[in-house]
Structures are given as C-alpha cells and as structure tokens.
C-alpha cells in the first residue's frame, strides 16, 4: 500500500516539472509512444512523418543555436529532422540527398514569432469582408507568405476568427500550403467592455477573434472552448476579476495548456497572481508586479517595435478603455528594461495588425535590435528568437536550434546576422519540418503529383 503510494506520487510530481504549475498529460504515456509536434502532445500512430528522402545544405556557416559560435559546417536532414552537423570537406550523406550549395551564407534555426493575428483584416476592408470567415482564411494564406519567405518557421497565433487559424495549423502541417507552423490561442477571451471587446461586434460570437467571458463558469467554459478546437495556448485580456482569471489560468494548467494575458494597470499584478505563464506588451508595472513575476518566473513578450510603430503611426491608444498609460516610446521601453535587470524571460513577438504584416521581415528585425538596445549581444537575441522562443512557445524539446533529433526547421540567410541583424532580410532557402519552402528568396512550391486515373472498367472509353 505505502509503496504504491509512493509510485503514485513520484508518478504525480514527474508531470509536473519544478516551478512549473501545469499538469503535461502526455507524461503519462510511455515514452515510446509518437506524439504531435505541440504543446497539445497528442498520441499519434507510429510511421514516418515529413517528407522522405534527405536534404543538404552544403558548406555554409552553421550558428546553431545552443550558444556555441558560427562555424563552417554541412547541415543534413533526414526527413523532418535534423540528421548530422558534418565538418567541412565531409560528404557522408546518401547518393541520392539532394544537396543545396550554402557556401558564404548562413545556416540557423528557423526564427519563431511570438505574436501574430493571421486573420486580421485591412483597415480598408469593407466591413462584409472583413467578417467574412472565407476571406479570413486566405488573409492568414496571405500572412504565412510574409512570414515563411523572412525565415520564420513558427508563428505563436494570438488571436484569430473561428476555426481559421487551426485550418491553417493544419494545412501548413499537410504541406498544402506553404509557411510557418502555426501555434493557435483561438480566440482572445476578455471580459465584456475588455480589451478587444470595445464597440459593436460585426460578426457572430462564434466566427469573431474575440470570446466574451462572465464570471469563473464562464471564463472556464471559453477556455474549454478554445481547447476543443485545437488551442496550444490559452490567450487572455484584462478586464477581469480575481476569480475569473484564475478560473481561466487553472482550467489552462489541467488541460496542460500555457496561458498568455494581454493586460494593463493593475490588472497585470491580478494575473500574475494567478498565476498565468506569460505577459504580453511592454505595458507599464509596478517594480512590484516586476519583482513577482521574476519570482513566479512569468515570461514576457515586450512587442516592443509594435508599440514604437503605434506611436509613429497615430501618436498613441486613443478612444480605448483597455490602454491607459503614458503614450511614451521611452517610458515602454524602461519596462522592458527594468524586465532584463530582475531577470525575466523575454522573448521575441511582432503583433503585427491590420496589414503591418506588409512590412516584413522589417519590424522583426527591429525588435531583434530594441533587444540589442536593452544589452544582449546580436548572437544572445538571434538565439532568443530561436532557442528561446521556441522554449517560451512550450516546444524547447523540438524546435529551437539545430542539433540532431530536433525538428527540421532551418533558415539560410546571405551573410552573416549573428554579425549583422539587417542580413537577416537576405533569407535565401528555408526549410519547415524537412519540407523545402522558399528557395532563392521566394515561396517554392513543387509541381503537383497528378493521381493516375482510375482503369476504365470493361475496356469502354
Ligand atoms: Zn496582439
């Protein structure tokens, strides 16, 4: 009795990792046992996934990722993962690999995006559009484009209409359309009046971005929404109460899900109390609020550019009751300092709405320098925007960096961006999960494989 007890709580304290507060289900399956490359780890049937057959990237510069320094090196790929790291001069790859030439570029992790709305709608699109869920999907075809062709091989989804952006998941993970793993929240769950529930609702609860929530029932019941649907996070925004949130944040940790709050004012310190794993934006906080997330190892996803644009474009948040701070480029960013000194993980995220999307891979690159602004060295932050983020997107065991074993996603650049950050705009080749899908800076997409027609029964034309 008391040994199976003990096995019992060994069992309890093996699926859930120190200073971590959720429950990872998956543990419980043998190790052997193949599950889905998300955070969602759900049991798969054994067989090969990706592409078969393998690829070389041939004599480049190899920054992998883990910390160590760019060196001359071959990258090989054994269908969707990394294979082997050759010296120079080996060719110890099968005759029939197909080699692409790398020399003088570099080769890294696939870069990893913290915070994109794929459906987002041109401010220019008339309101029938702008709702309509068809036009939402092929807006988020639309955004993968951008994304794959500047390197970035995942994208965190933060917010999108109905089911579209877990189509996209999936149709991506088919290689039926070309671009970056997609990482759904579903739909954003706020209070009503919250954040992104200011003004009339245009289309159906069930079809729009945002999930309005009343009450602990209530926010449990969104994220149990979000989950049915396929979520990998749980995305959240203040106004909320107390209750609410940590309803919502211990609903998330059972399922095993991570949670991320978009929150302002006082609202940030309710949920970090609650204990939700990540704060997005670089919303003013009390040093207090700061010092306890360092303590409950919060994370935290400054989008610190979007916010500069913000500023740029229209001077500040204007007409909204969610944003209520000082419009202030230098007061933003002393927050995200102040996050570096107590020590906080931050990660890389571009939230880019509307149809900034248009911009890429631009606003990436500058949220990688306002890193470098806040003291970390161009190789520290291009390991956070792969390494790091993929350990803040909760697939650290997967994606991240190149070593063997590890998903294939790559991205080859012309030059050298652990030198100079601006190179990383020359993406020439970039590989998703052992799939080729740019080449020579452009979406590439093979020819399509016709299926051989079904023999005429009875020899009849
Ligand atoms: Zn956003």
Same mark, same amino acid.
């Not at 990792?17 to 759900?42: H, K």
């Not at 869920?133 to 092929?138: E, F, H, K, R, T």
């Given at each position: 009795?008391?040994? *199976?007890?003990?096995?019992?709580?060994? =069992?309890?304290?093996?699926?859930? +990792?120190?200073?971590?507060? #959720? $429950?990872?289900? &998956? #543990? =419980? +399956?043998?190790?052997?046992?193949?599950?889905?490359?998300?955070?969602?780890?759900?049991?798969?049937?054994?067989?090969?996934?990706?592409?078969?057959? $393998?690829?070389? +990237?041939?004599?480049?510069?190899? =920054?992998?990722?883990?910390?160590?320094?760019?060196?001359?090196?071959?990258?090989? *790929?054994?269908?969707?993962?990394?294979?082997?790291? %050759?010296?120079?001069?080996?060719?110890? &790859?099968?005759?029939?690999?197909?080699? /692409?030439?790398?020399?003088?570029?570099?080769?890294?992790?696939? !870069? *990893?995006? !913290?915070?994109?709305?794929?459906? /987002?709608a041109d401010p220019q699109d008339p309101r029938p559009v702008a709702a309509s869920m068809s036009d939402a999907a092929l807006r988020g075809a639309e955004h993968l484009r951008y994304f794959i062709e500047s390197g970035i091989t995942s994208?965190?989804?933060?917010?999108?209409?109905?089911?579209?952006?877990?189509?996209?998941?999936? &149709?991506? #993970?088919?290689?039926? @359309?070309?671009?970056?793993?997609?990482?759904?929240?579903?739909?954003? *769950?706020?209070?009503?009046?919250?954040?992104?529930?200011?003004?009339?609702? @245009?289309?159906?609860?069930?079809?729009d971005d945002i999930y309005v929530a009343l009450g602990p029932e209530g926010w449990r019941e969104a994220v149990r929404e979000q989950f049915k649907k396929g979520a990998d996070l749980i995305k959240i925004a203040s106004e909320f109460s107390s209750d609410e949130v940590a309803a919502a944040v211990a609903e998330a940790h059972d399922l095993g899900l991570k949670v991320t709050c978009d929150c302002e004012t006082f609202y940030i310190q309710r949920a970090v109390e609650a204990g939700v794993d990540m704060i997005e934006h670089p919303l003013p906080r009390t040093d207090q609020t700061i010092q306890l997330m360092a303590e409950k190892?919060?994370?935290?996803?400054? $989008?610190?550019?979007? /916010?500069?644009? @913000?500023?740029? %474009?229209?001077?500040? /948040? =204007?007409?909204s009751t969610s944003r209520r701070f000082a419009f202030s480029k230098q007061a933003i960013f002393d927050v995200a300092v102040k996050m570096k000194k107590a020590g906080i993980k931050m990660g890389i995220g571009t939230d880019l709405v509307g149809n900034r999307f248009r911009f890429l891979p631009e606003p990436y690159i500058r949220e990688l320098k306002l890193f470098v602004k806040l003291g970390y060295t161009n190789s520290e932050v291009l390991q956070i925007a792969t390494k790091t983020n993929a350990e803040l997107l909760d697939m650290g065991d997967k994606l991240g960096t190149l070593e063997p074993g590890k998903l294939a996603d790559v991205t080859v650049v012309d030059g050298k961006p652990d030198a100079d950050l601006d190179d990383l705009a020359k993406v020439s080749l970039v590989i998703r999960d052992g799939y080729l899908q740019v080449l020579d800076g452009r979406v590439y997409q093979a020819r399509h494989i016709p299926l051989p027609m079904p023999a005429s029964r009875s020899g009849q034309n």
């Amino acid at each position: 009795m008391r040994t *199976i007890f003990l096995v019992s709580i060994c =069992f309890l304290v093996a699926v859930r +990792l120190p200073g971590q507060s #959720r $429950t990872e289900r &998956w #543990r =419980f +399956l043998p190790p052997s046992t193949a599950v889905s490359d998300d955070p969602r780890r759900v049991p798969l049937p054994p067989g090969p996934p990706g592409p078969a057959g $393998t690829i070389v +990237l041939r004599g480049g510069r190899i =920054f992998d990722g883990t910390g160590a320094a760019a060196r001359e090196g071959t990258l090989v *790929i054994n269908g969707n993962k990394i294979g082997s790291i %050759l010296p120079p001069g080996s060719t110890n &790859w099968p005759a029939d690999a197909k080699v /692409y030439d790398v020399a003088g570029k570099t080769v890294i992790p696939g !870069l *990893i995006d !913290l915070h994109s709305h794929l459906t /987002y709608a041109d401010p220019q699109d008339p309101r029938p559009v702008a709702a309509s869920m068809s036009d939402a999907a092929l807006r988020g075809a639309e955004h993968l484009r951008y994304f794959i062709e500047s390197g970035i091989t995942s994208v965190r989804d933060v917010a999108a209409k109905g089911d579209a952006p877990f189509r996209l998941k999936q &149709w991506v #993970r088919q290689n039926r @359309i070309p671009g970056p793993r997609v990482f759904p929240a579903g739909q954003l *769950i706020t209070g009503k009046g919250g954040h992104g529930d200011e003004g009339v609702a @245009i289309v159906p609860p069930a079809d729009d971005d945002i999930y309005v929530a009343l009450g602990p029932e209530g926010w449990r019941e969104a994220v149990r929404e979000q989950f049915k649907k396929g979520a990998d996070l749980i995305k959240i925004a203040s106004e909320f109460s107390s209750d609410e949130v940590a309803a919502a944040v211990a609903e998330a940790h059972d399922l095993g899900l991570k949670v991320t709050c978009d929150c302002e004012t006082f609202y940030i310190q309710r949920a970090v109390e609650a204990g939700v794993d990540m704060i997005e934006h670089p919303l003013p906080r009390t040093d207090q609020t700061i010092q306890l997330m360092a303590e409950k190892h919060v994370e935290a996803d400054p $989008t610190l550019e979007t /916010y500069d644009m @913000i500023f740029d %474009l229209v001077g500040g /948040y =204007f007409g909204s009751t969610s944003r209520r701070f000082a419009f202030s480029k230098q007061a933003i960013f002393d927050v995200a300092v102040k996050m570096k000194k107590a020590g906080i993980k931050m990660g890389i995220g571009t939230d880019l709405v509307g149809n900034r999307f248009r911009f890429l891979p631009e606003p990436y690159i500058r949220e990688l320098k306002l890193f470098v602004k806040l003291g970390y060295t161009n190789s520290e932050v291009l390991q956070i925007a792969t390494k790091t983020n993929a350990e803040l997107l909760d697939m650290g065991d997967k994606l991240g960096t190149l070593e063997p074993g590890k998903l294939a996603d790559v991205t080859v650049v012309d030059g050298k961006p652990d030198a100079d950050l601006d190179d990383l705009a020359k993406v020439s080749l970039v590989i998703r999960d052992g799939y080729l899908q740019v080449l020579d800076g452009r979406v590439y997409q093979a020819r399509h494989i016709p299926l051989p027609m079904p023999a005429s029964r009875s020899g009849q034309n």
